[in-house]
T-cell receptor, first 114, second 115 residues
């Protein structure tokens, strides 16, 4: 009964490095999304997907790429890390078309870019 | 565009007392869902309570209840008999569900519980 699994939990990157944050869910949820959380700004949507092969941009997509090759996985790629991307990142999933079952969140990744 | 506003960055309550956290939202939709999430220092996002806009009855979950005023676009959270474990950041969130299912968050209210 894993729910949403995010890895890693912590990461330090140097400016210009690339990396991938992993997100996997085992609930057969169609909808998956990535948020970043910054002090005083709540959680802001980066990218989301409504099913395998379908992705779209959220509120703050610049500097991030996503893909959805399977229902289970939704990785977030930082192409060239910048200090402005220092944040806590959350992956969330739900059934498509209605959140009556609620959204399930991963435990978050704290990323620091130096 | 839909927005969610939490006007209280920080709140404090005495243990066993009652506290109300405020949330307002802006939308032109008639059908939507509202949530309160709790985020303790562990960083985990925990669903506290959910309200469907088409339901007039206010949702309750044990010590947690909401005051949903659809016309005023207000969705406040009341915590009764506050406990030390209630200390956390609380986020109000909104979604229409539907095709995109995007969840929009407020900026959060940090609740401290004094012993």
């Amino acid at each position: 009964n894993a729910g949403v699994t995010q890895t890693p939990k912590f990461q330090v990157l140097k400016t210009g490095q690339s990396m991938t944050l992993q997100c996997a869910q085992d609930m057969n949820h169609e909808y998956m999304s990535w948020y970043r959380q910054d002090p005083g700004m709540g959680l802001r949507l980066i990218h989301y997907s409504v099913g395998a092969g379908i992705t779209d941009q959220g509120e703050v997509p610049n500097g991030y790429n996503v893909s959805r090759s399977t229902t289970e996985d939704f990785p977030l790629r930082l192409l060239s890390a910048a200090p402005s991307q220092t944040s806590v990142y959350f992956c969330a999933s739900s059934y498509r078309g209605g959140p009556s079952g609620g959204y399930t969140f991963g435990s978050g990744t704290r990323l620091t870019v130096v | 565009a839909q927005t969610v506003t939490q006007s209280q960055p920080e709140m404090s309550v005495q243990e066993a007392e009652t506290v109300t956290l405020s949330c307002t939202y802006d939308t032109s939709e008639s059908d939507y869902y509202l949530f309160w999430y709790k985020q303790p220092p562990s960083r985990q996002m925990i669903l506290v309570i959910r309200q469907e806009a088409y339901k007039q009855q206010n949702a309750t979950e044990n010590r947690f209840s909401v005051n949903f005023q659809k016309a005023a676009k207000s969705f406040s959270l009341k915590i009764s008999d506050s406990q030390l474990g209630d200390a956390a950041m609380y986020f109000c969130a909104y979604t229409t569900g539907g095709a995109t299912n995007k969840l929009i968050f407020g900026t959060g209210t940090l609740l401290a519980v004094q012993p």
